[in-house]
């Protein structure tokens, strides 16, 4: 709980989104010139107001070319359903509509999509909307130490059936999510062990026909504090690229690609980075190894600090953190981000406590309790409140398509794509805006 309290970051009203706010704070900047030269001054106001039509213009036609690649726009634009002033009765009458065609990408980056074996819906939209995803992650493996041995548990969720009738549909990348809960001491110092590790992960790619792996093991490893000892983060940073770069001189049959490792990594949890945190000069020293980074940013409030999933300037702060140390010459580190997108909600009590909920609590909530929904600017999500039958106030975050979208623009500003926790548990219309 305590870390979660740590990632409440405080955020300055500004510094947070430079690069999508550099024209407006010129013109702040602008207007504190008070030139005694009227002339100069008017000269200001026409220049500033000039930037300002032409930074709007420019960031509408991109955000429609980006947000729209077809002529016509997705059913939920169509019928004004993304935006801040939202009913309770518009959204359980029009959460299952979306545009005829499942199969029009709206948004032009990555998208990937976790999916879990417990909630089948997952896989259902993964089907549906099968050409709006690049990457999909169904959650099935543990790479575990049984005693002093090394095993792949996971093995009874994967479905090999599903991965064929998924290639047949689609190009979607099948990157099963492994997370490594060995105990790090005897993995990272372990020569035998390691190799290990990296032969059983090859060695399922194989054997189930996927393109890869989206691998966690960054948060088990910081629980364990080994990401404070250098020497032992040094190992950690070493197994990734020995990890990778196995993989990539693996070439499957049916693609003519290599196997593909994306990393998970979470946002930073204070206001500044901390030697455990994966920051900037990790993302670079990775890149040969590593296609991508799945970024959590997500659960930055939890029943003890109730509030939003995923404040917008947060995500901001945490893309900025991560990305702002790192050159752009040649390498386009961007690109390899997957800015964390939640489909799932909380219902709080708002004196502290109860939890995660999914798009069918949601909408029984809604009929439920008739709730006045709200905009809340600071994070940009909405929320209602309401008093269960022992009159105990509760106050409901989920995403809704005007969130969601933000978030899409947000990633896209920055060239990044979105990763999806996860598609069995949002709405069926929060589809057709990707
Ligand atoms: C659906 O959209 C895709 C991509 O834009 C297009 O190729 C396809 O022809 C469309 N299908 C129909 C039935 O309009």
């Known amino acids: 709980m305590a870390k979660k309290k740590d990632r409440r970051v405080r955020l300055s009203s500004d510094g947070k989104s430079s690069h999508v706010d550099s024209s407006t704070r010129r013109i702040k900047a602008d207007h504190k010139l008070t030139s005694t030269s009227y002339t100069l001054f008017l000269f200001f106001i026409l220049s500033s107001t000039i930037c300002v039509i032409l930074y709007r213009k420019l960031h509408a036609s991109n955000a429609h070319k980006n947000m729209n690649a077809g002529s016509d726009l997705p059913y939920v634009y169509q019928r004004g359903l993304v935006k801040t002033d939202i009913h309770y009765h518009q959204v359980l009458s029009e959460n299952m509509k979306a545009s005829e065609n499942s199969s029009r990408r709206n948004f032009k980056n990555a998208v990937l999509a976790y999916l879990t074996p417990w909630n089948s819906k997952g896989y259902e939209?993964?089907?549906?909307?099968?050409?709006?995803?690049?990457?999909?992650?169904?959650?099935?493996y543990e790479l575990k130490s049984q005693d002093t041995k090394l095993v792949m548990e996971g093995r009874h969720n994967a479905d090999k059936e599903w991965i064929a009738e998924l290639r047949m549909k689609g190009d979607a990348l099948v990157l099963p999510r492994v997370v490594l809960e060995a105990h790090p001491l005897n993995l990272l110092k372990k020569k035998k062990q390691r190799n290990k590790a990296v032969d059983l992960i090859i060695t399922e790619c194989k054997e189930m026909g996927c393109d890869g792996i989206v691998l966690e093991s960054w948060s088990r490893w910081a629980a364990y504090g080994v990401l404070h000892d250098p020497e032992m983060r040094s190992m950690a940073l070493q197994f990734i690229q020995q990890l990778g770069q196995a993989m990539h001189s693996i070439t499957l049959e049916h693609s003519k690609q290599t196997l593909q490792l994306l990393y998970v990594i979470g946002p930073p949890r204070s206001d500044k980075l901390e030697e455990y945190d994966f920051g900037p000069q990790d993302i670079q020293s990775l890149s040969e190894a590593v296609n991508?980074?799945?970024?959590?940013?997500?659960?930055?409030?939890?029943?003890?600090?109730?509030?939003?999933?995923a404040p917008l300037k947060w995500i901001q702060y945490a893309l900025q953190l991560l990305l702002d140390g790192t050159t752009h010459d040649h390498e386009n580190f961007d690109q390899m981000i997957f800015v964390g997108v939640n489909f799932y909600g909380n219902d709080f009590i708002v004196s502290g406590g109860s939890g995660p909920i999914l798009g069918t609590d949601y909408l029984s909530l809604l009929e439920r309790h008739r709730p006045a929904l709200q905009w809340d600017e600071n994070s940009a999500e909405h929320f209602f409140v309401y008093s269960d039958k022992q009159n105990v106030k509760h106050v409901v975050f989920y995403p809704s398509l005007k969130s969601i979208s933000m978030r899409l623009e947000e990633a896209l500003s920055w060239g990044a794509g979105i990763a999806i926790w996860e598609i069995g548990q949002g709405l069926d219309y929060f589809f057709d805006i990707l």
């Open 125 to 140: 939209m993964a089907k549906k909307f099968n050409h709006k995803f690049t990457h999909l992650s169904p959650v099935w």
């Open 292 to 309: 991508g980074y799945s970024l959590m940013t997500y659960d930055f409030s939890g029943p003890q600090n109730p509030g939003p999933n």
